[in-house]
């Protein structure tokens, strides 16, 4: 009898449900049921909105006073807040440009700066790899400049 269901009957009975009368269209619809798209999830909407910096500043500023707050509580000497905001918020490579040119960079330079360190991160990378398979390391600052300059000159 099991047998007989499900090798005809249930076949047949999906049949008729999928053809008489478009039952598959109503699965999963009615007065509860939710027929719109979810939201795409933030990884795959696009790069993320720009954020102002002066928000981006006062929030890392109110972060940062709480975590001294919570330090002095447990008994540990309070952070320095303005120089730990303004390490945070500089951009990578930035506290060496600021020194050299004294003045406020670029968007240019900033972006040449963040490359930099990018580049840099990845030799670094690259070279603790080396390191685990037993190859010599290759010297970071040598290998960054060669690789900037075969960008650079590849374009």
Do not use: C
């Amino acid at each position: 009898m099991v047998l007989l269901f499900t090798g005809i009957a249930a076949p047949l009975a999906g049949i008729l449900f999928r053809r008489v009368s478009g039952g598959w269209d109503s699965v999963g619809k009615g007065a509860f049921a939710i027929e719109q798209q979810l939201p795409l999830p933030r990884y795959a909407a696009g790069p993320a909105p720009a954020v102002d910096p002066a928000i981006q500043a006062a929030e890392v500023r109110q972060m940062l006073e709480a975590k001294s707050e919570r330090r002095i509580r447990r008994g540990e000497p309070p952070i320095d807040v303005e120089a730990e905001a303004s390490r945070l918020l500089a951009a990578p490579g930035e506290e060496r440009l600021l020194v050299e040119t004294s003045e406020v960079p670029t968007a240019g330079a900033r972006q040449r700066a963040e490359l930099r360190a990018e580049v840099r991160h990845l030799v670094v990378s690259r070279n603790e790899r080396r390191m685990r398979r037993g190859v010599e390391p290759l010297d970071v600052e040598a290998e960054t400049e060669r690789q900037l300059a075969d960008f650079v000159g590849s374009r």
